[in-house]
């Protein structure tokens, strides 16, 4: 099992219900591929740094995961499938990225407490 971590950018013309809905169904197929969720972050709705489909904004979402490796090119088809998705990124999280990761998440959940 790799560790992964994938950002996805949704179309900002999408109601709150629409973002929801395409989430859930990236999570559920992550799910049935075996993967074990480690995080979900929710980062709104950002400007982007430049325009994509002649869109200004979007909104950013970020999935930390295992999973066997052979389950990143059906997502990955997933997201090119779905118009919804403007841009998606899929990294593999090497030692020193999780470690980085774990910390991240721990100064977030300060941040809210």
């Given amino acids: 099992m790799n560790h992964y971590e994938t950002v996805f950018i949704l179309n900002p013309v999408l109601s ?3 973002v929801k809905e395409t989430v859930q169904k990236f999570e559920e197929f992550l799910a ?7 995080s979900k ?3 709104g709705l950002k400007k982007l740094a430049y325009e ?3 869109k200004k ?3 950013y ?3 930390e995961y295992t999973v066997p490796g052979d389950a990143i090119i059906g997502l990955e088809t997933e997201f090119r499938r ?3 998705v403007m841009r998606f990124l899929t990294v593999t999280l090497d030692k020193h990225a999780v470690a980085w990761a ?3 998440r721990e100064k977030l959940k300060t941040k809210k407490a």
Avoid: V, Y
């Fill in 57 to 59: 904004s979007g909104f």
């Fill in 32 to 38: 049935s591929k075996g993967a074990k969720m480690i």
């Fill in 16 to 18: 709150e219900t629409q």
């Fill in 41 to 43: 972050e929710d980062w």
């Fill in 82 to 84: 779905d118009e919804r």
């Fill in 61 to 63: 979402h970020l999935f």
């Fill in 102 to 104: 774990e910390r991240r």
């Fill in 52 to 54: 994509i489909q002649n």
